[in-house]
């Protein structure tokens, strides 16, 4: 669970909730489109998108390489189980509850 202003930005609510996979193991079916930008730590994010409905199908990010982060809602699925950290705590939003037993961390991966 990621409450950074590109992740809020990018889910439209605020936070972003991901599962990271290796990029190896995935594979994206069907077209999609990227938007690539620089985050507000001069870091390079890339999303991808059905370009028919707009959701965002997954996303890559320059601080992660090999890996690919498929939102948790695209599962769609209530069972998902809850996030296990929560990162850059300073821009989440007070009433945001975290769950129990979920690293915490005030400023993302590496500060």
Known sequence: MCHCADCQRRSGSPFGMAVWLMET????IGETRA???VSDKGRELTNRFCPNCGSTICFTAAINPGLIAIPAGLFADPNTPPPMRSVFEERRHPWVAIPDGAVRLTRGRDG
């Open 35 to 37: 938007f690539v930008h």
């Open 25 to 28: 193991d995935v594979t994206i």
